[in-house]
Each structure stands twice: as C-alpha cells, then as structure tokens.
C-alpha cells in the first residue's frame, strides 16, 4: 500500500477555516448537499451528537488540482486513504499512514453506487489546547449530493493545523 502513496509538498496551502451557509436538505434518512462546502455543515451536525463539536476544517485536494477521490477507510483503527480520481496518486489522510502496515481498508461507495467523493476532515479540540480529540471524515458524492460522516474516531494528535495539513 505504501509504494504508491505521495507526500504533499509542506508549503503546500490550504484554506483551514471557512464559514458555509447551509444547504443540507434532508432525503428520507440522508443529507444532501450542493458542494464540498455542505460537508462542513454535515460533519458539525453530526458531531453535535457526539459531543465532540468538530470547530476546525481541511478540504483535501490533490496536489493535481482535482477534488474528487475514492476512499478506503478502517473507521474502528482510525485510518484512510484517498486515492484521486485523476491521477490515479495515492494520499494517507492525517496521521493514518502511521498504521497503514497493521490495519485492512475498505473501499468506501455511495448509496447511489458511486465511489468518488469530495473528502473533508474535521477535528474537535481538547479545550484550551491545539491537540486534537476527535476527527470526522466527511464525504458528498458529487453525482447524487448525498454529504455524510463516513468515519469518525478519536485522535490524539498534538498539533491539530499539522494534522489538517495531511488531508
């Protein structure tokens, strides 16, 4: 799994911080959403009810430009991988490739079939700290709009912007 994996350049820059207006609307049992932007709107919904509020936000985007990517994720070990649907490169989110040799992924797919998402992280934060609590992985599939937390689990990573940065 390593062998194809890329590093992000670390002067590479993403926008942390974002404010959305919601566009959630509510399906039956789904949410579903506009842009990248709605996942952000998801992933704090969601975390409300896990008591960890996620506060702080990274949109992954390939160091190719593109936006979309498939998804393995091993949700009980906390780790994921994206690959993007572009240039075929391979990315361990936030601090994931730590246990990549010891975990089995699962390929992620939406209700509707597909199997590119837009990917956004969100973390909570321990209070008066910038160590992360708890991490959320938000997904919208961009051929039904259907935004939703694909995985979620506890993180103890120290400094919550370098870990945002590895989305």
């Not at 990517?69 to 601090?95: K, M, S, Y």
């Not at 990917?119 to 919208?140: D, H």
Request: glycine residues 8%.
């Amino acid at each position: 799994m390593k062998s194809g994996i890329t590093k992000r350049p670390k002067d590479y820059l993403i926008s942390f911080e974002m404010e959305t207006k919601m566009t959630l609307k509510k399906r039956g049992k789904y949410y579903y959403g506009d842009s990248q932007a709605d996942i952000r709107d998801e992933v704090r919904r969601y975390s409300k009810k896990n008591a960890y509020v996620a506060e702080h936000f990274a949109d992954a985007v390939c160091t190719c430009g593109k936006k979309e990517f498939q998804l393995l994720i091993n949700g009980l070990e906390g780790a994921a991988v994206r690959t993007c649907a572009a240039c075929r490169a391979q990315h361990p989110i936030g601090d994931s490739e730590e246990f990549l040799d010891r975990v089995e992924l699962e390929a992620c797919s939406c209700v509707c079939g597909h199997e590119e998402f837009q990917i956004t992280v969100g973390v909570s934060l321990y209070e008066e700290s910038n160590a992360v609590r708890w991490l959320y992985l938000g997904c919208r599939c961009p051929t039904c709009g259907l935004t939703g937390v694909y995985g979620d689990w506890k993180n103890e990573f120290e400094n919550y912007r370098e870990l945002l940065a590895r989305v």
